[in-house]
């Protein structure tokens, strides 16, 4: 009888040693960085004044990405909480709170993970003056001082980098902060995401609905929606067709959610046509930003924004979508912008996109949006909807979302 040497027997040995070793350093690093339960408290679906204040706070963002030279922007308690709100509102299950407290920006994110445990992190800013705010970063139970928190924060801006979100060096990001009083005003350059999206095709597509236009003006939004797939086939023809059609219908700004060049653009730009739905003129535009929206950040950002907007409108005297649309929450605004998004997502997905793209060249006005859905309630004030309904969220605003659904059926 033979035995195996001792060299041999230790290598089995060896593996279990190595292997408890990797496990026991994976379930510190689970323990040092996650949690059981989240750092913020669920929050309810934002209210009306959520929405105006959050909005007002991406005006000023957008307007700072736009100047060519530097512009303050200024954040008071009302424009933190709406951020809040509408970033923990479109990014659910993920949530986010934002204050100032005692002269620091304090920022607290939750990350669901798989398996019921939460990433959780939090960013205290403490310094006024220029360049990118002192700033002490705690992810789980690590607490690292400002020299780590900075070099932490380049590496994530580097990887938003990678993913294609154009990232200023920190201190050309924020130029100059002061922080106090509750409320932030700041000299920034804001990140700059960069979309996945073939803008030589949206391009290529805008220029032919223009052209369209220019030889035969049509106001009707189904032959709008038949030019705007003339040979669309693929999940990237149909996110060039959808883009396409509310650069031309709702705002040209839409070339943002594609890799456009805008000097391509000016070379066929036409003014926005009024083209109607059901013989209604914000419709087209519901179905179609809503479309957009899903082929350039996800359906449910889609779906979130389209309930902002509503919310808004509810409190605004003249609604956004101003020819034609009532102000006031609209339910029939709502199904436009669910039958916009829920094609849009039919219509890029790979098994799906061929058959959905001839029926969009088939479009009629009841094909893209039943009729019946015109029934349903709009003009309410915020008050008439929050006795209603409750709110976005409640189980009264989901059964009519639902509703909504069953009458659109399979986009």
Same mark, same amino acid.
Request: with cysteine; net charge positive; charged share 20%.
């Given at each position: 009888?033979?035995?195996?040497?001792?060299?041999?027997?230790?290598?089995?040995?060896?593996?279990?040693?190595?292997?408890?070793?990797?496990?026991?350093?994976?379930?510190?690093?689970?323990?040092?960085?996650?949690?059981?339960?989240?750092?913020?408290?669920?929050?309810?679906?934002?209210?009306?004044?959520?929405?105006?204040?959050?909005?007002?706070?991406?005006?000023?963002?957008?307007?700072?990405?736009?100047?060519?030279?530097?512009?303050?922007?200024?954040?008071?308690?009302?424009?933190?909480?709406?951020?809040?709100?509408?970033?923990?509102?479109?990014?659910?299950?993920?949530?986010?709170?934002?204050?100032?407290?005692?002269?620091?920006?304090?920022?607290?994110?939750?990350?669901?993970?798989?398996?019921?445990?939460?990433?959780?992190?939090?960013?205290?800013?403490?310094?006024?003056?220029?360049?990118?705010?002192?700033?002490?970063?705690?992810?789980?139970?690590?607490?690292?001082?400002?020299?780590?928190?900075?070099?932490?924060?380049?590496?994530?801006?580097?990887?938003?980098?990678?993913?294609?979100?154009?990232?200023?060096?920190?201190?050309?990001?924020?130029?100059?902060?002061?922080?106090?009083?509750?409320?932030?005003?700041?000299?920034?350059?804001?990140?700059?995401?960069?979309?996945?999206?073939?803008?030589?095709?949206?391009?290529?597509?805008?220029?032919?609905? $223009? /052209?369209?236009?220019?030889? =035969?003006? +049509?106001?009707?939004?189904?032959?709008?929606?038949? &030019? *705007?797939?003339?040979?669309? %086939?693929?999940?990237?023809?149909?996110?060039?067709?959808?883009?396409?059609?509310?650069?031309?219908?709702?705002?040209?700004?839409?070339?943002?959610?594609?890799?456009?060049?805008?000097?391509?653009?000016?070379?066929?730009?036409?003014?926005?046509?009024?083209?109607?739905?059901?013989?209604?003129?914000?419709?087209?535009?519901?179905?179609?930003?809503?479309?957009?929206?899903?082929?350039?950040?996800?359906?449910?950002?889609?779906?979130?924004?389209?309930?902002?907007?509503?919310?808004?409108?509810?409190?605004?005297?003249?609604?956004?979508?101003?020819?034609?649309?009532?102000?006031?929450?609209?339910?029939?605004?709502?199904?436009?912008?669910? $039958? /916009?998004?829920?094609?849009? =997502?039919? +219509?890029?997905?790979?098994?799906?996109?061929?058959? &959905? *793209?001839?029926?969009?060249? %088939?479009?009629?006005?009841?094909?893209?949006?039943?009729?019946?859905?015109?029934?349903?309630?709009?003009?309410?004030?915020?008050?008439?909807?929050?006795?209603?309904?409750?709110?976005?969220?409640?189980?009264?605003?989901?059964?009519?979302?639902?509703?909504?659904?069953?009458?659109?059926?399979?986009?």
């Amino acid at each position: 009888m033979t035995t195996a040497p001792p060299s041999r027997r230790r290598w089995p040995l060896l593996l279990v040693a190595a292997l408890s070793l990797v496990v026991a350093v994976a379930a510190g690093l689970l323990v040092l960085f996650t949690s059981p339960a989240p750092w913020v408290a669920p929050r309810p679906a934002p209210t009306a004044e959520q929405v105006g204040a959050g909005r007002d706070a991406l005006v000023q963002l957008r307007g700072a990405a736009d100047m060519p030279a530097a512009h303050p922007i200024a954040f008071g308690p009302e424009q933190l909480d709406g951020i809040a709100a509408l970033a923990s509102h479109g990014l659910r299950p993920d949530r986010l709170s934002l204050g100032v407290k005692d002269n620091g920006l304090h920022i607290v994110g939750s990350h669901r993970l798989p398996g019921g445990r939460w990433l959780n992190a939090a960013v205290v800013a403490v310094r006024s003056g220029r360049g990118f705010p002192a700033t002490h970063l705690t992810i789980g139970r690590l607490s690292l001082s400002d020299r780590w928190s900075r070099a932490i924060l380049n590496v994530g801006r580097r990887l938003l980098a990678w993913r294609g979100v154009e990232v200023p060096p920190l201190d050309v990001m924020v130029r100059h902060v002061a922080i106090g009083g509750g409320k932030v005003v700041a000299i920034v350059d804001p990140p700059r995401p960069q979309a996945n999206i073939d803008g030589v095709a949206v391009t290529r597509r805008y220029c032919a609905l $223009a /052209g369209a236009q220019r030889r =035969t003006p +049509a106001a009707q939004f189904a032959t709008q929606v038949r &030019r *705007a797939f003339i040979g669309a %086939a693929s999940p990237s023809d149909n996110q060039a067709g959808f883009v396409a059609l509310a650069m031309l219908l709702v705002d040209e700004k839409a070339s943002e959610l594609a890799n456009v060049a805008r000097a391509h653009v000016d070379r066929c730009r036409i003014p926005a046509p009024i083209v109607t739905l059901h013989g209604r003129a914000d419709l087209p535009k519901h179905w179609s930003l809503s479309a957009a929206l899903a082929v350039g950040g996800g359906a449910q950002l889609a779906q979130a924004m389209g309930e902002w907007k509503e919310l808004a409108d509810s409190l605004a005297p003249q609604s956004e979508f101003a020819v034609g649309d009532p102000t006031g929450f609209s339910f029939i605004d709502i199904g436009a912008d669910r $039958a /916009g998004f829920r094609t849009a =997502t039919s +219509a890029t997905k790979p098994d799906r996109a061929a058959d &959905r *793209a001839a029926r969009l060249r %088939a479009a009629t006005d009841d094909s893209l949006l039943p009729p019946v859905i015109l029934r349903e309630p709009e003009g309410l004030t915020e008050a008439q909807f929050t006795r209603a309904y409750g709110g976005i969220g409640t189980p009264r605003f989901t059964a009519m979302i639902e509703r909504i659904d069953a009458i659109l059926g399979e986009r």
